[in-house]
Every structure is written in C-alpha cells, then in structure tokens.
C-alpha cells in the first residue's frame, strides 16, 4: 500500500530518499494520518495541515541534534510518524499510549514539551542561546500557528531574538489568512531570489565591495537594502516581523513540499533570526475535514469515507447536560436580565459554553484569543468601570494568568468572577491539560473566593452569587469536564459564602468532599454502610473561605475527619482544612487528605484515571476504610 513509509523509521531514513520523492512521502503520511485518527480519534485538522512543512523540516535539518520545537503539538502528529512512532499511533491519547502533545520523555525528537500554545519561540530561543554559550553547532527552529500568535508572549520571545540576533529559524504556520493566487506567485518568486545561493551571493558580493568604498558603499548599501526591504513591503505581511529584527521570506505555499525544501535550504546557512511564512490549510487532503469547519480540531472515531462518527446505541436514558452547557445557558438567562454582565473566553467560546450567549447576546461575549493573562487584565478594566465580568478560562489555561488575577484584581478588590471549565482531570489530552492545581494557586490570592458546585444547580447557583451576592473582590467557581448529575433545575438563587451542606450524618467519620466528589463521596457512605460503617458526608462548597463552623462540629462531634478532592492536595481544599484543625483543635483530631499527589496525572479516559487516583466510590470507600484503621490502632496505642 504504501511506498516508503514502511521503510522510514526516523528522520535519518527519510533523508535517504532523493528529493523528488518527498511528494510521494507526504502523500503517504497523511494517507497514514487520515487511516489511523479516523479509526481511534484524536487532533486531526491541523496535523493534516502541516504534513509537507513536517516532511521538508526533517529532510533539510539534521533532527535530533538540530531542534525542531513545535508550538502547542495539535499539529505533530506527522512528526511523531516520522520519528519512530508510527507503529504506536494507534494508541495516542490512550491510557499508556502515545501522549496527543509534545513530550521530552517520549522521544527525543521532542525537543520541548507543549500543550499550551505560544512557548516555541521563546524556548527555541533559549536553545539557541545555550548553542551560543557552550560553543556547539546545530540549527534551531520553531514552529507556530497564526493562532498562537495572539498570544503576547510570542511577541515577547521575538522582541528579544532582534536584540540577541541569534540564528533562529521561526516558521509561521498561518492557516487562517487569504492570500490572492497573484500574491502568492509574487511572494513565493521574490522570497526563493532572498534565499537563494546566488541572493546570497549577490547580497555578500555587495556588502563586500561597498565596505571598500567609505561614505559612497554606505550610501550604495543603504538603497540596496531599502530596495530589498521595499519589495518586501510591497508584497508581503512581513513588515512588522522585519521591524521585530527578523529577515522575513514568505507567504509561501506550505502545501508544496519541494519548494519549501528549496526554501529551507536557502534558509538554513543565513545567519540571525529569520521568519518563514508558510500557508498552509487545516484537514489539508482529506475532503470532509477541509468542508466542515467544525470537523477540523479533533475528532473521535469517525468512517474514514464520509468523515461522521459512527451511529452509536442510544442510552438507556437521556444523558444530562454538559456542565459547559449548565453554564452557558445560565449566563443566557443572567445576561437577559443584567445588562451589566459580559462573557470573556481566550479562544475558547464553544469550549467553555460561551458560544451559547454568543448566539442570544453576542455583544456580551468577549473572545480575546489565546491571550489569558490579557483576558484577566481586560476583565478588571472592565470591573473598575461597573460592569462584571465573567472570565471563563478551561483551569489548566488559567495558570498562564496568576500574576494578573493578583495584581490586577485581588489587590484591588475587582468584582471578576472566575468560571473554570475542565476542573480536575479531563481525560485523554493528560498532564498539560488537568486542572488540578487551580484550588492551590487560587486559595493563595489575597481575598479570592473558591467553590466548586457538586451538580449542575448547584453551578447555576454559585454562578448567581458570584455576580449578584459577592462583589468585595474577585470569586470562582470550578466544575469538571463532561456531563453533569442530572437533578432537576430551577430558578437560581444565591448561597451563603463560606457555607457547607450536610448531606448524611454519622459518627464513625466525616468525609467533607468538594465539588465533583460529592456523588462517589456519597456512593462510597452507601458502600462502607452496607460493611457497618456510620458516614457523614458533608458537601464543602468552599476551599475559601471555610465553613469553621461546620469544622468544629466534626472536630469535637466525631474527630476523625478525610477530605476528598479531585485536586492537588497541596495546597488544596485538604490543606485547608488541615491547616485550620490544626490551629483550632491540635492533636484531638485525626485528619486524612485525599486527592492528588504531587506528582503530574497521565492520560486516560477520566473513569480511568479516577479508578488510578481512588477519586470513585470504591477508592474513596477504601480510604475511608484504611484510615478507620490506622484511627483504630493509634486509640489502641493511646490506650496502652
């Protein structure tokens, strides 16, 4: 079936073939993209899109001791089948399968771990420069989308490439910009003469004569580069990167392997920071994914013909909604009301459920891109002026904005809630993308309030507090990826801040659960009564402020105590509640903390990685038990 990609098994391998078979590769590897995603699911669209860039990179540079680091990974699927992984992709975003991003354990091909966007530039850079202090010699490149270009920190990185002038090679790959046919022939014409051995000669030859030539060589240097520069202008997007220190070539065809060999050939000799743009077209080759907009991101196992999933069996009964969905058609309804209430997502509308109020109120929704710690500071302009601002950021993005959620909210007593999709682990994109440690880097800030809704009503009703009920500072609210309980919903209404609900009452131990841990808490009292055991389950509701009362209660009613959190333990909703009993209550109590170890969570379906974490009812069962027993032996020990 297929030519040479049975044969290639590295990059070293490919660069055997002559180059009039590259085409034939390329054709191969997403023939081989397409059989192997449509079949087990995964990114899909982008990949696609950059098959012939992958194809030329690996051919004109000399991967691994030239570094090729990829922006966010979507799009590295070929790589990772031309570097040795092919036989494995079956297994990608499966439970110890290949990881659906960039991993330094995996290969080492890969030479910077990403599943955030907008880190290449910057860490090629800082490759580059350890290549520079160390006196070694390899080429570095770094690959980023248009997309991840609204991130500033893309800016920030090549900012400093211009003041270093290190060699660097950026490829920006722009799937998102129309060019004309006349424009492209222009750019691509002008930009392999730029390149080209003998563009380079001529550029030296020139430099070289006129340095002979005191104030007239400047002068001739001068208007040979304003020509040079001037062509550019006229006929590329390339001004603003030029202006940034970079030698630009480009926009060319990212779809024609050979002439991007050509290009990057040309390229790879020159000396100090250069762009290449390349366009290229996402679920490039593969009919269903370039006419179907919404097809192009991921996909899950789809028939490989027409590009739609397979007809599943209908449930047994009505699945309840996604809590994205809870939430966007809570904001409907508050922003119908409240015309005072906006939406903000960095990238991420249709992710977070804010692309629901973009269709009832599409003035109330703000998409600043992949820019968060923006979306942040944007919030809190809005806030100083009277408006409240909803910022809904997955958890595991909103890391990226800590510094601005404390300076530009906390320490100013801001009204900006926090709504974080994907709370906890969230399955098969792994360790980049789990929200665990939004508790943690939260509860820290000064003034910050921290709950977590144990159903869908319950996030209606913390989202209604967090906007009509609390407005002293800056509030959130996190809840998981997926499908919500499934109770019945009603009018919203505002809860007390800091307060706690009891769901079961015992005296053998209480077990305080936080947010999507309420249900397997539940299911687990069911199971350890069923053994003799009597269980308390309280609902928690807050990781900030506690609900002291409720502590004491337990403290001196029961004393044995296990907190429960699909979190990081430290410095989560566990610690916080063992740091109070420890001051109010000292050695009287026994305290148990279950989460998340420090340690990163791998990926895996989410009932998976719960069975791993014990975060299901019988893990949480098992715990229970364990500590009643160590809890037994210590009264034993005391006794003795």
Not at 451 to 464: G, N, T, V
Request: hydrophobic share 40%; aromatic share 6%.
């Amino acid at each position: 079936m297929y030519k040479h990609l049975p044969s290639i098994d590295s990059p070293f391998d490919l660069r055997k073939l002559p180059e009039t078979e590259l085409r034939t590769v390329s054709e191969e590897v997403r023939e081989f993209l397409v059989d192997t995603i449509t079949k087990v699911g995964g990114h899909f669209g982008a990949g696609l899109g950059t098959v012939e860039l992958t194809v030329a990179l690996h051919y004109v540079y000399n991967t691994p001791t030239d570094k090729i680091v990829w922006d966010t990974g979507h799009q590295a699927y070929p790589h990772k089948i031309l570097t040795g992984r092919k036989d494995l992709l079956h297994t990608i975003r499966q439970k110890n399968g290949l990881s659906g991003f960039l991993k330094r354990t995996e290969s080492e091909y890969d030479d910077f771990g990403a599943g955030h966007a907008t880190t290449s530039i910057s860490a090629a850079l800082g490759m580059a420069a350890a290549r520079d202090q160390l006196k070694e010699d390899y080429k570095v490149v770094a690959v980023i989308g248009d997309g991840a270009m609204t991130g500033g920190l893309a800016y920030e990185a090549m900012n400093n490439c211009g003041v270093l002038k290190s060699d660097i090679l950026v490829v920006l790959n722009d799937n998102n910009m129309s060019i004309a046919p006349n424009v492209w022939a222009l750019s691509n014409y002008f930009s392999e003469i730029f390149a080209s051995p003998t563009g380079r000669r001529l550029r030296e030859s020139i430099v070289g004569m006129t340095e002979r030539m005191d104030s007239i060589g400047d002068r001739i240097r001068s208007v040979a580069h304003r020509i040079e520069g001037g062509m550019k202008a006229v006929i590329t997007p390339g001004m603003l990167f030029e202006a940034l220190g970079f030698r630009y070539f480009g926009p060319v065809s990212g779809h024609n392997v050979n002439q991007l060999v050509r290009m990057l050939q040309g390229i790879r000799e020159m000396k100090g920071p250069i762009l290449l743009h390349t366009i290229t077209q996402k679920g490039k080759g593969y009919g269903p994914a370039e006419r179907d907009k919404q097809f192009l991101h991921a996909i899950g196992k789809v028939d490989k013909i027409t590009g739609k999933a397979f007809p599943s069996a209908a449930p047994a009964k009505p699945q309840p909604p996604t809590y994205q969905k809870v939430f966007g058609e809570a904001m409907v309804e508050i922003c119908s009301t409240n015309p005072k209430v906006v939406g903000i997502t960095a990238a991420m509308p249709d992710g977070t459920g804010l692309d629901i109020v973009q269709k009832h109120h599409p003035d109330k929704v703000y998409d600043v891109g992949i820019a968060e710690g923006h979306a942040v500071t944007f919030a809190a302009g809005l806030a100083t002026q009277g408006i409240v601002p909803v910022v809904a950021i997955y958890s595991s993005f909103l890391q990226r904005a800590i510094d601005h959620i404390v300076h530009d909210c906390a320490l100013q007593h801001l009204h900006v809630v926090f709504a974080l999709d994907r709370s906890g682990v969230v399955g098969a994109d792994g360790p980049t993308h789990h929200g665990v440690l939004d508790v943690a880097y939260l509860r820290m800030i000064q003034g910050m309030v921290v709950m977590a809704p144990k159903d869908e009503q319950e996030l209606r009703d913390m989202l209604w507090t967090a906007i009509h009920a609390y407005k002293d500072g800056p509030i959130s609210l996190r809840y998981p990826r997926g499908n919500a309980v499934g109770v019945p919903i009603r009018p919203m209404q505002a809860i007390d801040i800091g307060k706690s609900e009891t769901l079961r009452t015992g005296t053998d131990v209480a077990v305080l659960a936080f947010g999507h841990c309420v249900a397997p808490a539940l299911a687990a009292a069911d199971q350890l009564a069923a053994q003799g055991f009597n269980v308390e389950v309280v609902n928690a509701r807050f990781a900030k402020p506690l609900d002291t009362a409720m502590l004491d209660d337990v403290a001196r009613r029961i004393g044995r105590i296990v907190t429960v959190e699909d979190g990081q333990i430290l410095g989560g909703f566990g610690s916080a509640v063992a740091e109070y009993v420890a001051q109010a209550h000292g050695r009287t109590v026994d305290v148990r903390l279950h989460g998340i170890d420090d340690v990163p969570v791998e990926h895996g379906t989410q009932q998976e990685l719960w069975a791993d974490l014990q975060l299901d009812a019988e893990g949480i069962a098992h715990v229970v038990r364990d500590f009643l027993a160590e809890c037994a032996v210590r009264e034993a020990t005391r006794l003795l």
